[in-house]
């Protein structure tokens, strides 16, 4: 990384560190961009040209978030099958106790639980997180699926009415719908999962206690998924 390259990322890493200090002390509906501005000693400008929305000050790493399970899928091992991988991603996400599957604390959960406005991007976070797995799965039914159709970006949804990848081999009799909706299943548990952290947190849980109780829970999860997707769960814990 360049000098220029590393200025920029100081300086967003300081205006989001001076919008999130702020969120917590003052709420978020309350807080407003010249405030931010004034923190961080900057321009309102260039905190716009950094955040373009004002959420994603407070939610700054959304890029992360809604390419995670993508990633995952897209970056297995050979011959890992896909729901393993996401599973060992997971888990080494718990150990790690990763911002990114719910580990914020309790001020930064109180934060976004006590906000409409960050609620509901967290809601459209997570559709956009189910989007790009979705494609990522297609993609991995059938690496020759075109690339409109495996760029999982969150401006480039895929297309509903677009045609969907062929059944894998191994499944002669699977819908094109297949991947959606193993994405589907598979999103509604690890938005399940997420909450379930936020909610530890806030009922004063600290981390270790946290990863204690939802290493089973993952597991039973997994286990009801592979059920679902008729994957062993053996492949994997989750």
């Known amino acids: 990384m360049g000098l220029r390259e590393s200025k920029k990322q100081e300086t967003r890493q300081l205006i989001s560190d001076c919008a999130t200090r702020l969120f ?6 309350r807080t407003t961009i010249a405030e931010i501005a004034t923190a961080a000693r900057v321009a309102k400008k260039t905190v716009t040209n950094y955040f373009p929305r004002k959420e994603d000050l407070a939610l700054d790493h959304h890029e992360a978030f809604t390419q995670g399970l993508a990633h995952a899928v897209a970056e297995r091992a050979p011959g890992e099958a896909p729901l393993a991988a996401l599973g060992r991603t997971f ?3 718990l150990l790690a106790h990763d911002p990114v599957v719910g580990f914020t604390g309790p001020a930064f959960a109180r934060m976004v639980a006590d906000s409409p406005t960050l609620t509901a991007r967290l809601r459209e976070l997570h559709d956009q997180r189910e989007e790009a797995l979705a494609a990522a799965l297609t993609t991995a039914a059938d690496p ?4 409109a159709s495996s760029d999982t970006s969150p401006d480039n949804p895929p297309n509903a009415d ?12 699977a819908p094109s719908i297949a991947p959606r909706a193993a994405a589907a299943l598979i999103a509604a548990a690890d938005r399940l999962l997420f909450r379930r952290i936020q909610e530890l947190t806030l009922a004063g849980q600290d981390d270790d206690r946290i990863e204690a109780t939802l290493l089973p829970e993952a597991d039973h999860l997994r286990a009801l998924l592979a059920s679902a997707l008729d994957d062993h769960p053996s492949a994997a814990t989750w």
Do not use: K, L, N, V
């Open 144 to 147: 020759t699926s075109s690339d």
């Open 91 to 93: 888990r080494a996400a």
């Open 24 to 29: 917590i002390e003052q709420g978020f509906e």
């Open 162 to 173: 677009a045609p969907h990848a062929a059944p894998a081999a191994d499944s002669p009799s």
